[in-house]
């Protein structure tokens, strides 16, 4: 009796855990801006079918070498992102970024314009498709890696899209690169990007996060920054936490133990998530004033 008792328990517990889950969609976004059709995972919270509310929404733009799925495929906890879904009923999106775009406009080639499509053509699209918040102090932006480096690159340049912004071991100076040891299959990978100019380290400095402190001063927007001691590209974020703080820029910036891994991220993201929705809190009373 008392097995059965403990049976009928955990068949309970996973029927219930199993109806308060987080929805996930996968999201067709034509681009006109590059003339191509990318996918994008979208998580809702298992509040979103049971409300009409608008739902504030996380942009979590993936890393080198990576493509949307990445988070829901290669977290160590495969229901990370859908768990911080319902604790914080927050939309969720993962776009496509390619393997190296590092999320910006190419100035060579015209189907490398990702810039463009995350802030024009995938953010319309999510707010027209679902109810967001779609205004600024409804929608913020973190990402791992070139994703970091994404990520305070598009808040900086639209500051009237995001409210705030994240990097979790952020390439935040790309040039750094160049230094280590596979360097020519970098270049090889950024000549769609830049080009012949791949192995110019001045062609970086152009697009480079660490070069945008005047814009990021001037826009004021709430930022969280993090990067595992061990990681290749601590001291690139080192120096832009030196760069934010001689400008007296605030910030949140920790250093963690850990590398340029999954389970560092896996750490990192609901921090990020924790310190977005204070934020997003704050907004959502200053509205209802």
């Known amino acids: 009796m008392k097995n059965l008792k ?38 809702l919270p298992n509040a979103y079918a049971k409300s009409k509310a608008a739902f504030p ?21 495969k229901k990370l992102v859908q768990t911080l879904s319902d604790q914080y009923n927050i939309i969720i999106v993962m776009p496509e970024g390619e393997t190296f775009s590092f999320y910006l406009d190419s100035p060579v080639n015209k189907e490398s314009q990702f810039e463009t499509f995350i802030t ?8 027209k498709t ?20 994404g990520a305070l690159y598009l808040s900086a340049k639209h500051p009237d899209l995001f409210c705030a912004a994240g990097s979790m071991s952020g390439a935040v100076d790309m040039s750094s690169m160049l230094n280590r040891e596979a360097s020519a299959q970098v270049i090889k990978l950024m000549q769609p990007v ?28 709430p930022l969280i920054i993090d990067c595992g001691v061990d990681d290749f590209l601590i001291e690139s974020n080192k120096e832009l936490h030196r760069r934010l703080v001689y400008n007296k820029v605030e910030h949140d910036y920790t250093e963690r133990p850990g590398s340029h891994t999954w389970e560092y991220w896996e750490n990192s993201l609901p921090y990020h998530v924790l310190f977005f929705n204070k934020i997003l809190l704050k907004n959502q009373q200053v509205t209802k004033k």
């Open 6 to 43: 403990t049976l009928l328990f955990a068949v309970l517990l996973c029927v219930s855990s199993m109806s308060y889950a987080a929805k996930v969609d996968t999201l067709q976004v034509a681009s006109t801006a590059m003339g191509k059709t990318y996918k994008a995972a979208v998580v």
């Open 57 to 77: 929404v996380m942009y979590l733009l993936h890393g080198a070498y990576g493509h949307f799925s990445d988070w829901l495929k290669n977290a160590p906890n």
């Open 120 to 127: 024009q053509e995938v953010i319309q699209k999510i707010d």
């Open 130 to 149: 679902y109810r967001t918040i779609s205004n600024k102090n409804g929608r913020v932006i973190t990402g791992l890696s070139m994703g970091g480096h």
């Open 194 to 221: 830049f080009g012949d100019k791949s192995d110019n380290s001045e062609m970086y400095a152009q697009y480079a996060v660490m070069n945008m402190l005047d814009k990021i001063k001037a826009n004021k927007l």
